[in-house]
């Protein structure tokens, strides 16, 4: 009959139906153009930036122990007329990277009664302060600014594993959305053929040509169908909010998704037999060397091995020596005529060591203990990334071959229906089989487009297992 030869035709040219029919008088947003405006706008994505800003403004911060500094200091006292000293001291020190202070100023001392430790009137010095064991080689500063240099890198991969986790989330949702999409577009097309078929069949039945039981397996049908597009439309509302949430203008103001965008549909045609998959090898390669999770913890290592070198000159005794060379007045003639310790010099040495070293023994074993257990969480942290990167490709494998597999279900349920068509044209057939075969082919269509919006999800996720997201 000329009505379900109607119907075939377009079941057969569904696909066709939904792209140039449907988006044609739509906006399309895509996955990348989604994943684009989240790595702009979402604040999750600039509260990752924020992070490698603080962390080189704390990188600054630490180098601050080597600046340059001015100090002047002036004492004065006078008493029932009586000037007893005036002590006048301007002085520059300049720390080093290798832990030799050096220091130069100038003294202006006056007064009755000054202390016999000052030199009286005005001269110049110009020294140098050495730690010659505990500190040499290391010290606190030198950690810092370390510790400084790979917090920035830390806080780098940080970021890279924030936006990570937040594309993959983005893109699941966006997947989703595209299924529920999908669905409510095959239900609105299924309606409208319920909607000419029940017509038809109405219209048979006037001409006395089919019975009132007809009509009324045709009007089932087509309130099911529709009951299944309205809450396949509700669906599709809740993943399109969802979506929204991951949407964000460039002023900081949350967008919600219209209805006259739709998601990109070019995908439907790709035939996922065909697909470029790609190389396991290559995925378990990048995780295991470029993985932001791994690579931070490994920066947690080398900060753990700056923490233990540091509190390794815990274990040494103290031994500073400081020798500053003098001249009279403010010239700097005189500097450096005499040798070290023949004229004109001030020196002297400091030297201290806890008998017991319990405090530095115990900080340096807490640091070695942790720098052990760093270690082994690398291991697990690289196993555990691994694992996920080789569950990702075999999901990704089972899906392309489910899809396969449907693809041929969905081609199977269509000749059926139009064997029955056939056979109900003739009479040796009923519209509920004609029904049933319908409904078949409708949840074969649904299923393999959710297989098929699966199948490019799981490539999303062997890209973030592998930590590619960016």
């Known amino acids: 009959m ?7 035709s377009l079941v057969l040219c569904f696909l066709l139906f939904i792209f140039n029919n449907v988006e044609g008088q739509n906006k399309t947003l895509s996955l990348d153009e989604t994943l684009n405006i989240i790595r702009k706008f979402h604040p999750v994505a600039k509260q990752a930036d924020l992070l490698v800003s603080l962390a080189n403004a704390s990188l600054q911060s630490s180098r601050g122990a080597f600046d340059p500094a001015v100090y ?11 000037n007893y000293y005036s002590y006048s001291n301007p002085e520059i020190k300049i720390p080093t990277w290798f832990g030799v202070d050096l220091k130069a100023g100038v003294e202006n001392n006056i007064g009755d009664r000054m202390e016999p430790m000052f030199s ?5 010095y110009a020294g140098f302060s050495i730690p010659i064991l505990k500190n040499f080689l290391f010290d606190k500063r030198r950690a810092a600014v370390q510790q400084g240099k790979i917090m920035v890198n830390m806080s780098s991969q940080d970021r890279l594993l924030a936006i990570n986790d937040l594309l993959y989330e983005a893109a699941d949702a966006y997947w989703a959305w595209v299924s529920a999409y999908q669905s409510y577009v095959i239900l609105t097309n299924t309606l409208a053929i319920n909607k000419k ?11 006395g040509d089919r019975a009132a039981m007809d009509t009324t397996e045709a009007l089932s049908q087509l309130q099911s169908i529709e009951m299944m597009q309205l809450q396949s439309g509700l669906n599709l509302q809740k993943q399109k909010l969802l979506l929204s949430n991951f949407l964000w203008s460039d002023s900081n103001t949350p967008y919600e998704l219209t209805d ?13 037999k065909d697909y470029p998959l790609p190389s396991l090898i290559d995925a378990l390669s990048s995780a295991t060397t470029m993985h932001p999770k791994l690579l931070m913890v490994g920066f947690k290592q080398d900060m753990l091995e700056v923490d233990k ?11 500073n020596i400081n020798y500053n060379f003098l001249n009279k007045g403010y010239s700097s003639k005189g500097f450096f005529e005499n040798r070290l310790f023949q004229n004109n010099y001030k020196y002297g040495f400091q030297f201290g060591l806890p008998l017991f070293q319990r405090q530095a023994r115990g900080e340096y074993s807490m640091a070695k203990i942790k720098l052990t257990g760093q270690q082994l969480e690398k291991k697990h942290q ?36 139009q064997a029955e068509e056939t056979k109900f044209s003739i009479g040796e057939s009923s519209l509920f089989l004609v029904n049933t075969r319908e409904n078949k082919l409708l949840e074969s269509q649904q299923k393999m487009a959710e297989l098929k919006t699966k199948f490019f999800k799981s490539i999303i996720s062997l890209q973030w297992s592998a930590g590619q997201l960016r």
């Not at 009286?120 to 110049?124: E, F, L, P, R």
């Not at 899906?399 to 449907?406: C, H, K, P, R, S």
Request: proline fraction near 2%; charge should be positive; aromatic fraction near 10%.
């Open 72 to 82: 002047v200091s002036n004492d004065r006292k006078t008493f029932d007329g009586k």
């Open 260 to 272: 006259d965008i739709v998601p990109d549909s070019s995908w439907n045609v790709v035939l996922v």
């Open 2 to 8: 000329k009505q379900f030869n109607l119907i075939t």
């Open 309 to 319: 070198k540091s509190k390794f000159q815990g274990l040494l005794p103290t031994l």
């Open 382 to 417: 690289r196993l555990e990334i691994e694992n996920k990167v080789k569950y990702a490709f075999s999901e990704l494998i089972s899906l392309q071959q489910q899809a396969v597999l449907f693809d041929q279900n969905v081609k199977n349920q269509l000749l059926l229906l």
């Open 120 to 124: 009286a009137g005005k001269s110049t």
């Open 197 to 207: 078929r029940f017509e038809n069949v109405k219209q048979l039945f006037i001409g």
